[in-house]
């Protein structure tokens, strides 16, 4: 029974400090990116429905088949995104960018007397975990980090308080109860995240029946995420300047600065398949289908965890073998949501018309295979995010005019992406307004560049629900530029 | 293992026969714009300009048909027989082991009988060579004998063909 009471305090502690896997972390993989060229972003990533160049191999593979020249498609990014972050009131602009490889793919059409038989592979850039996140604030509430990571004391015999982390940095008394410190903390901090999901496509697609032409995906994934989060309590207002907040402890009269650093290292792998149908109908127009399959993610984590204590100007440190008592290594899986997606795209006179709506059940997203994590752990995240998550519809709307007598087309998009949360506001969903213009030289080489501007809501709490919650307006910009050589 | 199931499926009905997509093979003629069975275009020249051959003209339309050239062995001539059987690079000779010494017969005549050399079979199997006008170049591996191997540096005309 006692050993019990140990395991069920130690996954207490373990849960409450470490950055334990959540909802969020399953979105991370879950989530759709800003996807890969540029004549798709410009279009609002309405594509499904187009899908005549390499990017077909990410968006529709059925639209590979369109293809009748052998192609290399080259891409670059830049991604910039901005967070605008309310605690208490107080407001703090912050943002982070990243530049990266978009594409790099290379089309094959076999030479055939009837129909169409295409093969590709490419190397995409699916997603960015680039974010950013700044905030301020003073708390006048009864709570702080510091209570909030308190080790309870039960049964009497547990020594397990001993193992806390305000019991060893002195902001705690002698049994491990944050006694003194109630709340009235200025609390600021950073989070920066980057890394991205790649993947290795090989796809292939056939004209089954005239005009109808079918294909596949198969994604080899790999990728990384780190995020480097800091958090302070500070006592601006010298509310514990006169008091011991480890009562028989003198030199913890003058306490000034809580700190605490969580570092997370993902090593991402996977695979994945897409399959695809589009026909044409005549020159008029075209209708797409997709149907992406589960997508399993297998994640090595590595969790670094450190705090301080700073009373005037003495300095307590996390002793190093509870730093690593705290950190640790596990390895589990995320498998993702099967995603159906409808398009179509009308073409009058020079001008394409693109849309597509994205049926994703969020709530079946799961989290399994659990090395080094308790599995009822996962059952309990898992049971989460059936009732917490949602399935939505994002939908995409793209044009583009092509003007003949000079080989340039413009083009225009919107995507929205709602929130995977049930309950949250229509402005807690992604929208992107895009634009883009594509360039065509000797019928050969073509350059298309793309800008998407995307903003939503969001928020995040620092430790329990509700008592220190960060707002975030988000601001997401990304620029792509491709080049596409046909021969 | 249902993705498996079914990208197995989808691979197994674009092999089954009938499929509406026929691929070039070197056995037919290089498929051209006459001879070729294409779907409906998307983009009119009309309105896209030089984008309707970017997306439109496949690349085989722009390449010389690989050929064939096939000439039939029956057809074969003695005088590219000739040609085939003795045209070695300079300085090599033929069908000369080694071992074997040079033997110079001079430079021929210009009215010098061909070699006529014929092979008949006998009963044991085995052939040999009843008929020769011109023994000397016989015994000198002249690469016009067709029971010769050339250029394996191994048989000379003296051996029997098995």
């Known amino acids: ?487 | 293992m249902k993705a498996f199931k079914l990208l197995s499926s989808v691979i197994i009905m674009f092999a089954v026969q009938g499929c509406y997509t026929v691929i070039w093979t070197p056995d037919v003629a290089f498929p051209t714009k006459e001879k070729s069975d294409n779907s409906d275009s998307y983009y009119e020249e009309i309105y896209y300009g030089e984008y309707s051959p970017y997306y439109e003209v496949p690349w085989w339309y722009s390449v010389t048909p690989p050929t064939r050239f096939v000439i039939p062995a029956s057809e074969r001539t003695a005088q590219e027989i000739k040609l085939r059987n003795g045209s070695s690079p300079e300085g090599r000779t033929p069908n000369r082991r080694p071992d074997q010494p040079i033997i110079d017969y001079g430079t021929p005549s210009v009215d010098q009988t061909p070699t006529t050399t014929q092979t008949t079979t006998t009963d044991d199997n085995s052939s040999k060579k009843s008929e020769s006008t011109t023994p000397q170049r016989e015994k000198g591996n002249s690469s016009n004998s067709r029971d010769t191997r050339n250029n394996d540096g191994s048989r000379s005309s003296d051996t029997p063909r098995r």
Do not use: C
């Open chain 1, 1 to 487: 029974m006692k050993i019990l009471k140990v395991f069920f305090l130690t996954i207490f502690i373990l849960t409450a400090v470490s950055q334990a896997q959540t909802i969020t972390d399953a979105l991370r993989v879950s989530e759709s990116g800003l996807g890969v060229g540029a004549r798709a972003l410009g279009m609002g990533n309405a594509f499904s429905g187009i899908s005549d160049d390499a990017s077909a191999m990410f968006f529709n593979p059925a639209g590979l088949g369109l293809i009748k020249r052998l192609e290399v498609a080259g891409g670059l990014d830049y991604f910039n995104y901005g967070n605008d972050a309310t605690l208490y009131n107080n407001k703090t602009n912050y943002s982070s960018s990243a530049t990266n490889f978009n594409q790099i793919s290379f089309v094959f059409p076999f030479p055939t007397l009837r129909g169409s038989l295409v093969f590709g592979m490419s190397y995409n850039k699916s997603k960015d975990f680039t974010s950013a996140l700044k905030f301020d604030g003073f708390n006048i509430g009864s709570n702080s980090m510091i209570q909030y990571l308190e080790e309870v004391k039960t049964p009497l015999d547990d020594q397990s308080y001993k193992n806390s982390v305000p019991y060893n940095l002195f902001l705690s008394d002698d049994t491990g109860k944050v006694s003194v410190i109630n709340g009235k903390l200025n609390q600021s901090g950073t989070t920066l995240q980057e890394g991205g999901l790649d993947s290795w496509t090989f796809s292939g697609s056939m004209e089954v029946s005239k005009n109808l032409y079918v294909g596949g995906s198969l994604n080899i994934n790999s990728g990384t995420f780190k995020s480097n989060r800091e958090f302070y309590e500070d006592d601006t207002k010298g509310i514990y300047t006169n008091l011991e907040t480890a009562p028989g402890n003198a030199f913890t009269k003058n306490f000034t600065t809580f700190y605490r650093n969580d570092i997370l290292d993902w090593e991402i792998s996977g695979w994945d398949l897409k399959l695809g149908t589009i026909y044409q109908l005549s020159k008029l127009a075209r209708f797409g289908a997709t149907i992406q399959f589960p997508k399993k993610f297998t994640i090595k984590e590595t969790y670094t965890f450190d705090a301080r204590s700073e009373f005037g100007s003495n300095i307590v440190n996390l002793p190093s073998d509870l730093k690593d008592y705290l950190s640790d290594k596990v390895e589990y899986d995320i498998t993702t949501p099967f995603v159906l997606t409808g398009a179509a795209s009308v073409n009058v006179k020079g001008l394409i018309l693109s849309g597509e709506a994205t049926l994703t059940d969020y709530s079946q997203t799961e989290f399994s295979n659990a090395k080094g994590i308790s599995a009822n752990y996962f059952a309990g995240v898992n049971r989460d995010m059936k009732e917490l998550l949602r399935a939505v519809a994002a939908v995409n709307i793209g044009l583009e005019y092509t003007i003949p007598q000079v080989g340039v087309r413009v083009r225009g998009g919107f995507m929205s992406q709602p929130s995977p949360y049930k309950g949250d506001p229509s402005d807690f969903g992604k929208k992107y307004l895009t634009g883009g213009v594509g360039f065509l030289a000797d019928e050969t080489f073509a350059i298309d560049v793309a800008y998407a501007h995307g903003w939503w809501k969001t928020y995040g709490d620092n430790y329990g629900t509700n008592l220190s919650r960060v707002h975030q307006d988000i601001s997401a910009d990304k620029m792509l530029v491709t080049f596409s050589y046909r021969f």
